[in-house]
C-alpha cells in the first residue's frame, strides 16, 4: 500500500503514469517562506477586483456604499481565513478547500468542492485573461497600434448595448494564459519571483492612484452614500449593498489560493496563517481607499464601464496617471491569472493522489518538480474559454464556487474540533464555534445575494460532476478499493 493510500487526507507522492518508470516520484521544492506567501495571496487578490468591478458594483448595486460592500465580503472572507489557518496547519497539503474537506467531512463532499473550486480558478482565470485583454488591446491602441477587432473579441461577443458584434477569436486572452501556464510548468520558485515582481509593481500603482485621486476628490459624489432602493433586490438600498458583496467577492478571491502552495511552503503550520489572513488584510484596507476615491472622483452613475479606475482617474487632468492605471491593471491581471492556475492544478494534483481523478494528474515533472500535467489540461481549457467565449457574466459563477468552498471550511472546523480534538494545532481559531459560524452565516448569506440564474448554472455544474463522481471516482479511489 502506498503512502498515499494510506494516508489520503496528507500530500501524497504523486502516481506515475503508466509506462513512464522513474518520471514521477518527486516531492515539490519547499522554497516559499511568509513574506512570498503573502505576495502570492496579494497577487491574486488585487487585480480584477480594484480594476474592474469596483465600478460595476458600485453604478448597479450600491452607490458609494460599494465601501461598505468591500467590508462586508472581507468580514466573510476573514471569518473564512482564520478557518483556513486553522486547517492548513493541521492538514499542509496541497488542494486548498479540498484536502480540508477531505479529512473532515469525507470524500464525496471533498469531490463536490474541488468541483466548485474548477469555477473559482478555471473559470476565473478565463474571466480575467477576458479583461486582461481588454487593457492590452486599449493599452496598444492608446500608441496607435490597433488590433483587429476580429482577433480580440469571441465569435459571441456583443457591445455595450447588447448588440452582437462578434469576432473571430480573443487572441491575447489565449496568449496570455499559455505564456501564464508555462511559467508555472517551469517551476514554483519562478513563478513566485515573477509575481513578486508584478505584485510590486500594481501596489505601487494603487498607491500612486489613492495618494494622486485624493486631492481631486469631489464630497458631493458620495451623497447619497447609500441610494434609496429602486424597487427590486439588490438594485441599491440595503439589498443592493449585500448584492455588491456578492459581486465584488470576485474581488477576494485567490487568497485561499495560498494554502494550496502548502506543500511548496518552508513551514506551513507558522507561515500559511501569515500569508492567507496578512494578504486579506493588506488588500482590503487598499480596496476600501479606492472604493473612496473613486466614487469620489466621479459620480457612482457613471461607472459603469470595464475599467472604473482608469476612468475616475481621467477626472483629475493627470495623463500619466491614466497609463500608470492602465499598466498596473495589465500587471494586476497577469498575477491573478497566474495564482488562479496555480491553484487549480494544486487542487487537480491532490485528487489525483487520492484517485478521484487519473493518476497522470498526479504525475510530477522529473526536472521542474510541477504537476505539469494539469498546468497542460488548464492552459487548453482557460484558454478554450478565455478565446471564444464571453464569459465575463461567469464572475458570479466564480463567486458561488469561492463561496461555497468558504462555507465548507468553517464546517470542516467545527467537524474537526469534535472528531479529532486532541490533533495538535499551530493555530486556533479564536472563539470558536462563534467564528466558524459567523463565517458560514456571512458567506451563506451572500450565496443568497446571488442571482437566481446563478444557482441554476451552479446546480447543472454540481450534477455534472456527481456523474463523474459516481461513474469513475467513487469506483477508483483509493477509499473506494479498500471498500470493495
Known sequence: MSASTANPLFACKPIEAAGAAGSGQHEFKRTLGPLSLVALGI??????????????????????????????????????????????????AAGSAYSYAYASL??????????????????????????????????????????????????????????????????????????????????????????????????????????????YVKPANWHPFIPPNAGTFGHFGISGVFRGAATVFFAYIGFDAVSTAAQETKNPE???????????????????????????????????????????ISQTNLPFLRVAVTVGAIAGLTSVILVMLLGQSRVFYSMACDGLLPGVFANVHPRFRTPWLSNLLFMVFAGVA??????SSLGHMTSFGTLLAFVIVCIGVLVLRRTDAGRRRAFRTPYSPIVPI???????????????????????????????YFAYSRTHSHLGRRNA
Not at 479583461?131 to 465569435?155: E, I, K, M, R
Not at 452565516?441 to 444557482?455: D, E, N, R
Request: charged letters at 5%; glycine letters at 12%; proline letters at 4%.
Open 43 to 92: 497577487g491574486a487578490i488585487i487585480g480584477a477586483g480594484i480594476f474592474s468591478l469596483t465600478g460595476i458594483a458600485a453604478a448597479d448595486n450600491a452607490g458609494p456604499a460599494v465601501v461598505l460592500s468591500f467590508l462586508i465580503a472581507a468580514v466573510g472572507c476573514g471569518f473564512a481565513g482564520l478557518c483556513y489557518s486553522e486547517l492548513s496547519g493541521m492538514i499542509p
Open 106 to 215: 469525507g470524500e464525496l463532499v471533498a469531490w463536490i468542492i474541488g468541483w466548485a473550486l474548477t469555477l473559482e480558478y478555471a473559470v476565473g482565470a478565463a474571466t480575467v485573461s477576458v479583461s486582461w485583454s481588454a487593457y492590452v488591446t486599449s493599452f496598444l491602441g492608446s500608441f496607435g497600434l490597433a488590433l483587429p477587432h476580429a482577433l480580440t473579441a469571441s465569435p459571441f461577443d456583443s457591445d455595450a448595448m447588447g448588440h452582437a458584434n462578434p469576432g473571430v477569436v480573443n487572441l491575447p486572452a489565449m496568449i496570455i494564459i499559455v505564456l501564464v501556464s508555462l511559467l508555472l510548468i517551469r517551476g514554483i520558485s519562478e513563478s513566485a519571483k515573477v509575481n513578486g515582481a508584478i505584485v510590486a509593481l500594481k501596489l505601487a500603482v494603487v498607491v500612486a492612484v489613492i495618494g494622486f485621486g485624493a486631492f
Open 270 to 312: 507558522r507561515d500559511m496563517p501569515i500569508g492567507i489572513l496578512g494578504s486579506l488584510a493588506i488588500c482590503t484596507v487598499l480596496y476600501v481607499l479606492v472604493c473612496l476615491v473613486v466614487t469620489g472622483l466621479l459620480s457612482y452613475t457613471k461607472l459603469h464601464d470595464a475599467a472604473p479606475v482608469a476612468l475616475a
Open 386 to 391: 478565455g478565446g471564444f467565449l464571453p464569459i
Open 438 to 468: 459567523a463565517g458560514i452565516v456571512v458567506c451563506g448569506a451572500l450565496m443568497l445575494s446571488l442571482p437566481l440564474q446563478t444557482w441554476v448554472l451552479a446546480f447543472v455544474w454540481l450534477v455534472i460532476g456527481l456523474g463523474i
